[in-house]
């Protein structure tokens, strides 16, 4: 199941689809080997969608009077955290606004016409109440996980900037840590972020944090990797991290990277790394039946 729109422009609007393309090129990247469709992703996010062309057929019904059809549609699937709408509909509303375009909307819409110009933020609204709608519905029968909307918005805009805080940091001196949404053995979707061994290092506020000791035993270096919860983050460690602009956020700094060692060295493991697995995306919802 997804949310499909299709674009038109006006008769008198000039736009061609050469003008589309280039516009899509320079935001989107360049279009697939068919040079049908820009599959839109954020590797880091894990977000995605899609723009398509259609070359039109002596067969399309699909006119209005006063209005063109590009030919382009939209396509974002349901059953997905409201982010995907959030990362989407930031674009579409870009590209409606920049290139003059209207909208067909098979979903419907508040509008008295068929083709219509959306407002700031419509159409994310509109594909959030659908998404939210079938999630409830199909929760059970399509075996989806809870995760409440704050904790994923949290993720997601971590994620989104990450690379660009490392780069704010200096990626030679400082590890960002990944952010990794994960699920626990009675079905929970928890987050879980990295403390690198040895290494200055931001990271996120999260339910989890993956730590490795370093041990000595007789001739041999040991490493051992477990899962700490926030809050053996805050009784053991977080005196060694300072606060960091981003929400929530804490930054263990060069000159205390070894005496964090130590102190991870010493650690009690709360679960082992096998106590979580990886969520699948496709699987999370904002609500619940």
Request: with cysteine; proline share 4%; aromatic share 18%.
């Amino acid at each position: 199941m997804s949310y499909d729109l299709f674009f038109y422009v006006r008769e008198s609007n000039e736009l061609t689809k050469d003008d589309i393309v280039k516009f899509l090129n320079e935001n989107l990247g360049t279009m697939n080997e068919e040079n049908s469709q820009w599959f839109v992703e954020h590797e880091e996010a894990e977000t995605y969608y899609s723009i398509d062309y259609c070359e039109p057929s002596e067969k399309d019904l699909s006119q209005y009077e006063g209005y063109r059809n590009t030919n382009f549609s939209f396509n974002l699937n349901y059953f997905r955290p409201n982010y995907f709408g959030q990362e989407a509909f930031l674009f579409i509303d870009k590209f409606l606004d920049k290139l003059d375009l209207y909208v067909f909307n098979p979903q419907g819409s508040d509008s008295n016409e068929e083709i219509y110009k959306p407002a700031n933020s419509e159409l994310y609204q509109n594909w959030s109440s659908i998404n939210a709608r079938n999630c409830s519905y199909f929760f059970k029968e399509y075996d989806l996980l809870y995760v409440p909307i704050d904790k994923s918005n949290y993720i997601y805009n971590y994620r989104k900037i990450r690379h660009e805080l490392w780069r704010e940091l200096g990626t030679d001196s400082y590890y960002v840590s990944k952010f990794y949404i994960v699920t626990s053995p009675d079905r929970q979707v928890i987050s879980l972020a990295l403390l690198p061994m040895k290494t200055a290092v931001l990271v996120p506020k999260a339910d989890f944090y993956r730590v490795t000791r370093i041990k000595k035993k007789w001739f041999r270096i040991i490493e051992e990797s477990g899962l700490i919860s926030h809050e053996t983050f805050t009784k053991y460690l977080s005196h060694l991290f300072d606060n960091y602009k981003y929400p929530d956020s804490k930054i263990l700094k060069l000159d205390k990277v070894n005496e964090a060692q130590r102190a991870y060295n010493e650690i009690p493991f709360d679960h082992e790394t096998d106590y979580c697995q990886m969520a699948e995306i496709q699987k999370l919802s904002n609500y619940l039946p």
